[in-house]
């Protein structure tokens, strides 16, 4: 079997971290929770689209990609789509 490339190998932390918190109430963003943002209870909230009350792997993935856009437009200077891909939790 050929090594993994870097985005295989990303992948596997991305799934671990929501299956070790799902359900589990940790607050695994603190850097971004709070702090004039969302606190985590609002959140999770945002990221429920379906109202079942529990935010599944496909809503955590939203979030995942919305941080990712939002971390690569601020290396990319690109700070005025920061409120385009903020709008993608609501």
Known sequence: MAQPTPLETSLGPLIMTF??????GDEELPNITGKGGPDVGELMTMLDHDGDGTVDFKEYITLIESLACMCNCFLEG???LLSAFCSVLH
Do not use: F, L, Q, R
Request: glycine share 12%.
């Open 19 to 24: 299956h070790k918190h799902a359900g589990s």
């Open 78 to 80: 690109k700070m005025y």
